[in-house]
């Protein structure tokens, strides 16, 4: 399945809040729908809450469900709880580390950014988003591309860098300084029912 493209607040309406995915603010609680809000509420299903889990996992982050199963499977060869795993593995895509540095908007924006080169892992260029940073990595923005960014990250809503990452706004650079703490994710997901949910296929 290829990544999402549509309407955001529909996804931020079905699953709550993704704050990789936009920065709109969503005044409607309820999931779309022509006919409007439920009238009764009906009690979802095992399965019904880890696909709603997982769904979250890869509309926040921009995954494809290939890259999702493959980040599972390396979850799980590692030692330690698979659910938090997985979440310190996609933690350090470098869209996603370049996004939580304050260099962009979204997480999809900041993809953009490493596809066309203005950011520098360890002075090299990468343009792979899916370039997984190392402890002790530093993260730049690209010498020509300053003036860009610069200018760019004014509208960026300001948040709090979580404290595995060292962020440099000034300079436009950062570093990583550990893995990301279960508390550092910047989601509100249940792993466990990720993991549940990708059990009988990996």
Do not use: W
Request: charge should be positive.
């Amino acid at each position: 399945m290829s990544r999402y493209r549509g309407p955001k607040l529909r996804i931020i309406r079905r699953l709550g809040e993704l704050p990789g995915l936009t920065q709109k603010i969503c005044e409607r609680k309820y999931p779309a729908g022509q006919h409007g809000p439920k009238k009764r509420l009906v009690k979802e299903s095992q399965y019904a809450l880890q696909l709603k889990e997982k769904q979250k996992l890869r509309f926040n982050y921009g995954l494809t469900e290939r890259q999702l199963i493959r980040y599972v499977r390396e979850a799980k060869r590692r030692t330690g709880s698979t659910g938090e795993n997985l979440l310190q593995i996609i933690e350090t895509r470098l869209d996603n580390v370049v996004f939580r540095l304050g260099f962009a908007k979204t997480i999809a924006s900041a993809r953009q950014l490493v596809n066309h080169g203005h950011i520098s892992v360890n002075g090299r260029r990468v343009t792979i988003p899916s370039f997984l940073c190392s402890v002790n990595d530093t993260i730049e923005v690209r010498e020509k591309s300053r003036n860009f960014i610069q200018k760019s990250i004014t509208d960026v809503t300001t948040q709090a860098v979580p404290i595995h990452l060292d962020s440099n706004l000034d300079k436009l650079s950062g570093n990583v300084k550990d893995l990301a703490a279960r508390d550092q994710i910047g989601i509100n997901i249940n792993e466990l029912l990720v993991v549940e949910y990708y059990s009988r296929k990996v």
